[in-house]
């Protein structure tokens, strides 16, 4: 029997407040340098996603125009091929 996604969201907030709430003051230092290299690794993560969606997009498309001519010649309707 698969879990409730309302389980899995109330154990993880459960386990949240238990993490703020037990974490003591965390006296850490952060080099000024590691936000900048934080920020490329974020902008090479947005745009490799972001070109793998662009990438697959034209995929989706012709499977989109391919249903839909499916589709017209299912229920005999003209379609236009310029879509």
């Given at each position: ?60 498309k012709q499977a989109l125009v391919d249903g839909k001519q499916y589709l017209s010649k299912l229920f005999g309707q003209k379609v236009d091929d310029d879509s």
């Open positions: 029997m698969p879990i409730s996604h309302h389980v899995i969201i109330a154990v993880l907030c459960r386990g949240l407040a238990l993490t703020v709430l037990m974490t003591g003051s965390a006296e850490a230092y952060i080099d000024p340098g590691t936000t900048g290299m934080l920020s490329q690794l974020l902008y090479i993560l947005f745009y490799g996603v972001l070109g793998v969606f662009l990438y697959c997009l034209r995929y989706i």
